[in-house]
């Protein structure tokens, strides 16, 4: 998974359980992949609370496409190597 900070776009905030503001990411995930979801500030990290919660799919924008379309076409180049 990468982490993808998408300031400036539709994102709706999202506060964690630790009361820090969310990241956004991508999944890489066979099955999810292109799907974003949300993840404490402090993921990976000693103090971090353990929230996930995937975006709403009715919130998608043209940035949601963009990884959509990415991840079709690596899938389409995986299946002609």
């Known amino acids: 998974m990468s982490s993808g900070n998408f ?4 994102t ?3 506060v964690c359980q630790c009361q ?4 956004v990411f ?3 995930r066979e099955g999810s992949k292109g799907r974003r979801f949300f993840r404490c500030s402090a993921w990976r990290e000693e103090n ?3 929230f996930f919660e995937w975006l ?6 043209t940035i949601d496409l963009k990884y959509q ?3 079709v076409e690596e899938r389409i ?4 190597d």
């Open 7 to 10: 300031s400036g776009t539709s």
């Open 12 to 14: 709706p905030a999202r």
């Open 20 to 23: 820090r503001s969310c990241r």
């Open 26 to 28: 991508v999944s890489k």
């Open 48 to 50: 971090d609370c353990g």
């Open 56 to 61: 709403d799919d009715a919130n998608h924008t």
């Open 69 to 71: 379309i990415i991840a």
């Open 77 to 80: 180049n995986q299946k002609m």
